[in-house]
């Protein structure tokens, strides 16, 4: 079975710009959460949804926003970048919202210029 | 808020050296605890859980115990290969479980042949 995937693998932007990243979950998994990774440090959690409804989200601005569909996959949005967004953004799928037995995709490497 | 604290890296070890990474912890309610481990080039990986004060997660020959009393959960091996070389994130999540994993810096472990 495919593991979770996760797309485009990198991305540059421009300050102020805005960004799609996509993530779409193991078969059978219908929570989707999405972690920022800054180089030397560890993930920090930006939101989780499960069954199309939020169900937390971390200490992140009103720049950042998701979503998933129907079909579990989930999109993360990020408005008006700034150079500290640069970052890995990780997306994390289980069964159920659930937070320890996640399963981590490769991530999408974002640097904004 | 929840916290994870563990050991800077980076460990440098020969390999069938002893290992022990260091993580405490500070959390509301009754957390579960995790180590995930990345290695070279992939995403984060589950390495081992527990739940509840007192257990004690193994995988791989990899051990960590649950201690409430002195809020932690240090990751020990026995003897290292030079495969274990890797980033080792320890994490934990809340008692309600939608707020996602807080994890700490993480180690960068280095096993030398």
């Known amino acids: 079975d495919a593991g979770v995937t996760q797309s485009p693998t990198h991305l540059i932007k421009t300050r102020g710009q805005h960004v799609t990243l996509r993530c779409s979950p193991i078969?059978?998994?219908?929570?989707v959460s999405w972690y920022q990774q800054v180089l030397g440090q560890g993930p920090q959690f930006i939101f989780q949804?499960?069954?199309?409804?939020?169900?937390g989200r971390g200490n992140f601005p009103d720049r950042f926003s998701a979503r998933q569909f129907p079909n579990y996959s989930s999109e993360l949005n990020v408005n008006a970048l700034l150079l500290g967004d640069s970052a890995l953004y990780l997306c994390?799928?289980?069964?159920?919202?659930?937070?320890?037995?996640?399963?981590f995709g490769p991530g999408t490497r974002l640097t904004v210029t | 808020g929840d916290s994870v604290t563990q050991m800077e890296g980076p460990v440098t070890l020969s390999e069938e050296a002893f290992l022990t990474i260091n993580c405490t912890y500070t959390?509301?309610?009754?957390?579960?605890l995790f180590w995930y481990v990345q290695y070279p080039g992939e995403g984060l990986q589950l390495l081992l859980k527990?739940?509840?004060?007192?257990d004690k997660g193994s995988n791989k020959g990899f051990e960590a115990t649950y201690r409430k009393e002195t809020t932690s959960f240090h990751l020990e091996k026995g003897s290292v290969q030079v495969s274990d070389s890797a980033v080792y994130f320890c994490a934990l999540s809340g008692g309600g479980g939608a707020d996602g994993l807080t994890f700490g810096k993480g180690t960068h472990l280095i096993i030398q042949p």
């Open positions: 959390a509301t309610g009754y957390p579960s």
């Open positions: 994390a799928s289980s069964f159920q919202p659930q937070a320890g037995e996640q399963y």
């Open positions: 949804y499960y069954e199309k409804e939020e169900r």
């Open positions: 527990a739940t509840k004060a007192d």
């Open positions: 078969s059978g998994h219908k929570s």
